[in-house]
T-cell receptor, first 112, second 111 residues
């Protein structure tokens, strides 16, 4: 059974650009969550989706957005990138209700 | 709001030593509790979980017991190996579909 797949694994962007990260959950999982991991702030919750509906959102500016498709795949978008957006972005999937989440390997975003 | 506090690292142990990583939490209601492990360059892997008071989660020799009276979920292993070197995260899952993570504890095991 394939795990959570995140693409790309590594990304380098310039300040002011935008970026889209992709996450394919484990087959049959309908809940997808996103987290930002940085050395200074640790792991912070971005948002959670279930059946294409955002059920919760963390304390991030509106530049961070996401969506979920009917096949449960999810994308997150960051517009007008800032240096501080450099981080490891982790996606997690679970069967429902975000219980026992399984994490992908993450996308390492570097903003220069 | 909900929060998780875990001991600062790094923790350095010799192989076969006993490991304890402390974790306490603050939460309304009755959260589920988890330990995740992160190896270099990787995402998080679920190590163990407990969903109600007095539950004991265990996996790969690691154990943790959900103690409601002390709001704790300490991670223990009787004999660590070099391959256990990683960062360990304590986390709780509240009713709002999100995990709250501790800051992580880096473990280094020396041969």
């Amino acid at each position: 059974k394939a795990g959570v797949t995140q693409t790309p694994r590594y990304l380098i962007k310039t300040r002011g650009q935008q970026v889209t990260l992709s996450c394919s959950p484990i087959s049959g999982h309908r809940s997808v969550s996103w987290y930002q991991q940085t050395p200074g702030q640790g792991l912070q919750f971005l948002f959670e989706y279930f059946s294409e509906t955002q059920r919760n959102k963390g304390n991030f500016p509106g530049r961070f957005s996401g969506r979920q498709f009917s096949n449960s795949r999810s994308e997150m978008n960051v517009s007008t990138l800032e240096l501080g957006d450099s981080a490891l972005y982790l996606c997690a999937s679970s069967l429902r209700d975000a219980t026992e989440a399984f994490f992908g390997q993450g996308t390492r975003l570097t903003v220069v | 709001g909900d929060s998780v506090t875990q001991m600062e690292g790094p923790v350095t142990l010799s192989e076969e030593a006993f490991l304890t990583i402390n974790c306490t939490y603050t939460a309304t209601g009755y959260p589920s509790l988890f330990w995740y492990v992160q190896y270099p360059g990787e995402g998080l892997q679920l190590l163990l979980k407990a969903t109600k008071a007095d539950d004991k989660g265990s996996n790969k020799g690691f154990e943790a017991t959900y103690r409601k009276e002390t709001t704790s979920f300490h991670l223990e292993k009787g004999s660590v190996q070099v391959s256990d070197s990683a960062v360990y995260f304590c986390a709780l899952l509240s009713g709002t579909y999100k995990y709250i993570f501790g800051t992580g504890t880096r473990l280094k095991v020396l041969a």
